[in-house]
């Protein structure tokens, strides 16, 4: 099947939408106030700062209201501010206290409450300016070019991100599985990424890896359609390519917000673009969920065409991808950045003739076939690159973007040896099958394994320094001149094996944080998790023992995606996870964390936390505790200016697309 790029679809303005910022605020009962204490406590003002959370937090009140957090504070000599999370009653510690002075001011991202015991420890940022009626376009540093790329040219880069796929689930990490044998033959002519990680679910990652900050920066959350949760505000790693010259395709699923079409990623650094902008859909003709919209973009508009050619996305994916190798510009440095969107549910059989045997040796015929697709086309991608004598110059990045999915018991997908899935903090979550491979890849290097503690957010300083461009972007508040530099390291001095990457620190996700203490500690700390499933070698999952229900623990469902599951019948139909889930009840928690040593506890079986604790071992969960509640995520929003520079009543009829389209009309 041969990818054709769609005509411009005809843009019908049907309905007038009006687009609106609703901003969390928290509602307080009047009589808390203790002004007399606490400067703000009778008129209590939103943050975002890392400061506010620095002091660590009450463990021993799960349960305050805000004026008892307020008297908390006031009581106590090490508390300058406090703050107090609505969001968090309920389910974790909700009062914070804080040793130094908090920044008042309005945010989307944290919802709380900060007080000040002297009204001046308050640091109150300059109210921003009102709107000034004209467009006023987001600011876009300029790219620099930093020297000579190290490798005396500009590699091709080709990355690769498979969806909810399992640590175990291919020849990557498991020898027994014969049905990918070109992912096989990647690691054995590249390198094994042992201790590569991602966040616990899609979309934070997607952002990460194009950002090269760290989720708990850029919020866990998955980012909805019109949402500038990968900000015009930050450089992509594709514009930062684009500025040195590189030819970037982007191929898959996206699912980054897209509040405008300038958040489109043709209108971000990449060439051409086809797949779906939001977190799924069905494997055929770009279908959502639901079955009444569609989800498939080209470029610049709706992927009418791609969306007819669409039988199976895998198929579709890949050949597409295998076009734009075929018909590059010879003459520029390419990068084909391919986020495929299986092995994600719903489990689709793909066409009958490219089923695996019924009698292979897996657990699902059916998902056993997405994965074995899924590797075919990469086979095809690699053969491609070599057959245009690419190979030698090209860097292939291959990982999932979590661990394997959701279902609790009721999943395709095997993280064996690791604990828990997609969706939970531990390393089943998060440490993810992962390799990099290419004729860049020096000889000597080739079929070893690296142990270096990678993140997602590195390939953005790695792409960037080997293409030779800045990999700097460092985000400036506007109301606190704060900067923020990206989180990535560049890791290729280490894969080369000259040094170690240099990171000690590692969040994860917002509720956990690796620590390398040295070289013969590796400290893993979670704050919030319920029980999770284990799997024995084939496969086959089993409910957790090693980590006990707290006492007092009521067993609950964790968060799931809702969906039926139905059995896999083999051959035809597709078939969901998530709804088959039994009861697990809360293992970690703010009061009562987890903590692991991954060097001898690599499945997080021995919760050093439980009980009495070493002091050594107490001031490493206390040293832990404090860093992992100073990361505040910092995603900026639009202002009104910005958005008087579009048209936000933009529909698209039955397809999806961005919320706002260029306003023609405002003069700027």
């Given at each position: 099947?041969t ?22 605020s ?6 808390w ?20 959370t ?16 307020c ?16 969001e ?8 914070f206290?804080?040793?130094?002075p ?26 921003p300016?009102p ?5 006023v ?6 790219v ?7 490798l005396?040219f ?15 689930d ?29 966040y ?6 997607r ?15 998955q ?36 509040q405008?079409?300038?958040?489109l990623?043709?209108?971000?650094g ?15 003709h ?9 989800d498939?973009?080209s ?9 007819a050619?669409?039988y ?59 994965l ?14 070599k057959?245009?004598?690419m ?46 491979a ?39 508040d ?8 990206i ?42 998790e ?15 023992t ?36 039994p ?20 499945t ?12 050594a ?9 404090s ?10 929003t ?19 697309g961005p919320c706002c389209i ?7």
């Amino acid at each position: 099947m041969t990818y054709r790029m769609s005509t411009p679809y005809i843009r019908l303005l049907l309905l007038v939408c009006l687009v609106r910022y609703v901003r969390s605020s928290i509602a307080f009962a009047s009589g808390w106030g203790h002004s007399n204490v606490l400067a703000n406590c009778s008129s209590p003002v939103v943050f975002n700062h890392t400061g506010c959370t620095a002091g660590g937090n009450y463990n021993e009140s799960r349960q305050l209201s805000p004026s008892a957090c307020c008297s908390a504070c006031s009581t106590d000599p090490d508390c300058v501010a406090w703050t107090f999370h609505a969001e968090f009653t309920g389910k974790k510690p909700n009062c914070f206290r804080a040793t130094h002075p908090v920044l008042a001011r309005n945010s989307d991202t944290q919802r709380a409450t900060c007080g000040c015991k002297v009204a001046e420890q308050c640091v109150q940022p300059s109210p921003p300016p009102p709107p000034s009626g004209k467009c006023v376009p987001v600011y876009r540093p300029p790219v620099s070019r930093r020297s000579d790329p190290p490798l005396g040219f500009q590699p091709h880069f080709v990355s690769i991100l498979l969806d909810d796929l399992g640590f175990d689930d291919t020849s990557i990490r498991n020898g027994d599985i014969n049905f990918t044998p070109n992912m096989a033959r990647l690691k054995d002519q590249g390198i094994l990424l042992d201790r590569h990680h991602t966040y616990l679910w899609c979309s934070p990652t997607r952002r990460a890896f194009l950002s090269g900050r760290y989720p708990v920066h850029i919020t866990g959350t998955q980012a909805p359609l019109c949402s500038n949760f990968l900000p015009l505000q930050f450089t992509t790693l594709s514009e930062k390519l684009a500025a040195v010259g590189y030819e970037s395709h982007m191929i898959g699923k996206a699912h980054l917000g897209f509040q405008t079409v300038d958040h489109l990623p043709v209108n971000r650094g990449f060439t051409s673009h086809v797949g779906y902008l939001g977190g799924g859909e069905k494997y055929a003709h770009g279908v959502t969920y639901g079955g009444n919209k569609k989800d498939m973009w080209s470029n610049d508009a709706p992927g009418v065409e791609a969306a007819a050619d669409m039988y199976y996305s895998t198929n579709y994916y890949a050949s597409a991808a295998v076009d734009r190798i075929q018909a590059r510009n010879t003459s520029k440095p390419f990068w084909l950045h391919l986020t495929y969107q299986a092995v994600h549910a719903p489990y689709s059989s793909p066409p009958p003739w490219e089923l695996v045997p019924a009698a292979t040796p897996f657990r699902s015929q059916v998902y056993g076939s997405m994965l074995a697709v899924a590797d075919a086309g990469i086979g095809n991608i690699t053969a491609a690159l070599k057959a245009s004598g690419m190979w030698e110059r090209t860097l292939l990045v291959l990982a999932a973007d979590n661990g394997g999915d959701c279902g609790l018991l009721s999943g395709a997908a095997s993280n064996h040896p690791l604990l828990g899935r997609k969706c939970t903090a531990f390393d089943g979550g998060t440490r993810v099958a992962a390799l990099v491979a290419g004729g860049v890849v020096p000889a000597a290097r080739r079929g070893s394994t690296s142990s270096q503690l990678l993140y997602i957010t590195d390939w953005y300083p790695t792409f960037c320094n080997l293409a030779g461009v800045d990999a700097a972007d460092d985000y400036v508040d506007p109301a606190t001149n704060a900067s923020h530099p990206i989180d990535g390291v560049d890791a290729w001095p280490a894969l080369l094996g000259e040094r170690n990457v240099s990171r000690q620190w590692l969040p994860t996700t917002e509720r956990s944080l690796i620590y390398v203490a040295d070289s013969t500690h590796m400290w893993k700390l979670i704050t919030d998790e319920h029980q999770a499933n284990r799997f024995y070698p084939n496969g086959t999952q089993y409910m957790d023992t090693y980590n006990p229900c707290l006492p007092g623990a009521t067993p609950q469902h964790a968060a799931q995606p809702t969906s039926t599951r139905a059995p896999d019948g083999g051959a035809g139909g597709d078939f969901n996870v998530g709804e088959d889930v039994p009861p697990s009840c809360v293992v970690c928690s703010a009061q009562q964390p987890c903590l692991y040593e991954l060097f001898s506890d690599p499945t997080e079986k021995i919760n050093l936390a439980a009980g009495t604790m070493p002091a050594a071992t107490k001031a490493v969960l206390d040293q832990m505790v404090s860093r992992l509640v100073s990361y505040v995520a910092y995603v900026p929003t639009l202002s009104p200016d910005n958005l008087l520079c579009y048209n936000c009543s933009a529909t698209w009829g039955i397809y999806a697309g961005p919320c706002c389209i260029a306003n023609t009309t405002m003069a700027l």
